[in-house]
């Protein structure tokens, strides 16, 4: 009975001890999945950022173009006397109305669903902008994981170490939204700041353009 017990105790010591292990090597094994996750997120985030501003710019100076062509046009047709200065500045002043209308057509869902992101995080830009940020990550790297099929023994050495495919991937997943969220404003600040004096010196052009025009 005694050798029974003692061989009992071996076995429960040595699972003990080899569950242990595995659980070292599995939590290895997710330090190193976020840590490259993490990289991974943080260039995917600048160069979606710097693709999406780049063509944000690339659409504002268009439209910015096209109007002061229009409004180009309008001053030549009433300096060279095609039309009465009565007729100019209704039609000018209808034209910039239906720009300001378009302007606001367009932007309108980005400052609807951004003053419903700021209304839910106390109105902190930075903040809003983090959370938005790590909760597109979290749905991403969530999305990704699922997809990528895991081997047989991959399933048994996690059963084993006592954890589940599924657990390991929301694990992973919100240690790479919460690296995400505490790094967005020093990864997209110099986009937003190159992309905000590009349309601010655009906009100021446009409006020394439109007040010649107007005198």
């Not at 790297?141 to 895991?150: F, N, S």
């Not at 020394?208 to 107007?214: C, T, Y």
């Amino acid at each position: 009975m005694r050798s029974i017990l003692l061989i009992a105790s071996a076995l429960g010591a040595g699972l003990a001890l080899g569950r242990k292990y595995l659980e070292r090597g599995v939590t290895a094994q997710k330090h190193k999945a976020i840590q490259d996750a993490a990289i991974e997120t943080r260039r995917r985030v600048k160069r979606h950022a710097h693709d999406f501003l780049r063509k944000s710019f690339r659409r504002f100076a268009i439209a910015t173009g096209c109007k002061l062509v229009i409004l180009g046009v309008l001053w030549t047709l009433y300096h060279t006397q095609l039309i009465e200065v009565d007729i100019f500045a209704l039609i000018t002043g209808v034209v910039l109305a239906l720009f300001l209308m378009r302007d606001l057509w367009i932007s309108w869902p980005f400052i609807r669903l951004g003053a419903a992101e700021l209304s839910k995080y106390g109105w902190r830009p930075r903040r809003a902008l983090s959370e938005v940020v790590a909760a597109r990550v979290f749905e991403e790297v969530l999305t990704e994981a699922r997809a990528t099929p895991a081997s047989r023994s991959t399933k048994v050495v996690l059963m084993l170490a006592g954890q589940s495919h599924e657990g390991v991937h929301l694990e992973i997943a919100t240690a790479v939204a919460a690296i995400a969220r505490d790094t967005t404003w020093n990864d997209l600040r110099p986009f937003l700041i190159s992309a905000g004096i590009k349309m601010a010196a655009l906009t100021l052009i446009y409006s020394i353009s439109v007040i010649f025009l107007m005198a």
